[in-house]
């Protein structure tokens, strides 16, 4: 197996992140190029700074989208991005996404028009400059007038757009594909790039509630990276009756993100009470061994979490009343101890963890375990 991500997840990241590709007879490789070409819209379009400036003060351009996570640029390499647009030299292309209300979030290129913003703003000053080393110790506000135009009416950015058009999956290709400053981004961060919306805003607030960070250890590592949230994405996935996992796991969670997107309110408030009370359901049966499995002679154990013992727990959860549970936690923890001792369930947690195989195999055996101790109080 690889090694995981950190030591946050039992899982590698390879096993979290898989995409599979669907073979299906017949479908040609012409026929899918064909398909792609229409899939993806892209035009180019020449901004101004003065221009940029002025999309970003009116929020018409966002520069913090929710998958960003770069470091920020130190004042020397501003500086020489200033430099460079005061001299003329061309610079590379940004990439943006268009949304479908017209506005643009970054792909690739934040630090870039964020230098530029901060200096027109009067942020920073100069610095390091080789060049026009006079310019050095001065902000916007210093330079000389005939300067200030140039840079603001001159000084071009080529934007690469993906039109609101294409379709939200090859988004996401060209997300993944496109080299964002050496910082390479994860699955969950790439979804909320390619598929934003109500339902996508949802799942970063559920991952957010005190019950489930509690759950995680608020782990810094699994909020960076955003597994937090891949982890509401999931159970929503999971629980959906449209649920079929054909290709990977991964696809299907795309699939729920873009589709739930066009929930209504009601629907949205449904979720909410949803996802916060099965939290609730799984502290009350499983107190501290929340989505852990025991593994002896491992001193990370009591804090790794497992994804395929999470995918277990919130499922089986759902069709109890949670005063039964908490009534008999110590017994159903027990339980669950015997349970992780068997042969066919500890398997289950070892296969693929997308497979809808091992996924019924391990949900139906904590159902079957919190029926023993549970008896009679399941929910209708």
């Not at 649920?243 to 408030?269: D, I, V």
Request: contains cysteine; proline residues 4%; hydrophobic residues 35%.
């Amino acid at each position: 197996m690889n090694a995981p991500s950190s030591d946050s997840f039992e899982e590698s990241a390879e096993e979290l992140d898989s995409e599979l590709i669907d073979d299906t007879p017949g479908n040609s490789l012409r026929n899918r190029w064909e398909a792609h070409q229409r899939d993806l819209l892209t035009h180019p379009m020449d901004f101004s700074v003065d221009s940029l400036v002025r999309l970003v003060e009116n929020d018409e351009l966002d520069l913090n989208p929710s998958y960003e996570r770069r470091d920020r640029w130190d004042i020397g390499r501003k500086s020489r991005l200033i430099e460079s647009f005061l001299l003329n030299i061309p610079v590379p292309s940004v990439y943006l996404n268009e949304d479908h209300y017209g506005l643009y979030s970054v792909i690739d290129g934040k630090q870039r028009i964020g230098a530029l913003v901060g200096f027109v703003r009067g942020e920073f000053e100069l610095t390091g400059l080789n060049v026009l080393t006079d310019a050095n110790g001065r902000k916007f506000s210093d330079l000389d007038t005939s300067m200030q135009r140039a840079l603001l009416a001159r000084g071009t950015v080529r934007a690469v757009i993906l039109n609101q058009l294409s379709d939200p999956e090859m988004k996401y290709e060209v997300f993944a594909r496109i080299n964002t400053g050496g910082v390479p981004l994860n699955a969950q961060e790439l979804r909320n790039a390619a598929f934003p919306g109500p339902f996508n805003s949802l799942t970063r607030e559920l991952s957010e509630i005190p019950r489930f960070q509690q759950a995680l250890d608020y782990n810094r590592t699994i909020w960076r990276e955003m597994r937090d949230v891949e982890l509401v994405l999931r159970y929503f996935t999971l629980t959906d009756q449209l649920f079929q996992p054909l290709g990977s796991m991964s696809h299907a969670l795309s699939r729920t993100l873009e589709r739930k997107n066009a929930a209504t309110p009601e629907e949205l408030q449904h979720d909410r009470e949803d996802f916060t009370h099965t939290v609730e359901k799984c502290h009350s049966a499983f107190g501290d061994t929340i989505y852990r499995r025991p593994r002896p002679g491992l001193e990370n154990s009591p804090h790794q979490i497992s994804v395929a013992v999470y995918d277990a727990q919130m499922l089986a959860v759902r069709d109890f009343e949670i005063g039964a549970l908490s009534e008999r936690s110590d017994a159903i923890q027990e339980r669950m101890q015997d349970l992780f001792r068997d042969s066919r369930f500890s398997s289950s947690l070892r296969m693929g963890i997308g497979t809808k195989y091992s996924l019924d195999i391990r949900v139906s055996a904590v159902r079957r375990a919190l029926g023993e101790v549970v008896g009679s109080n399941a929910q209708d």
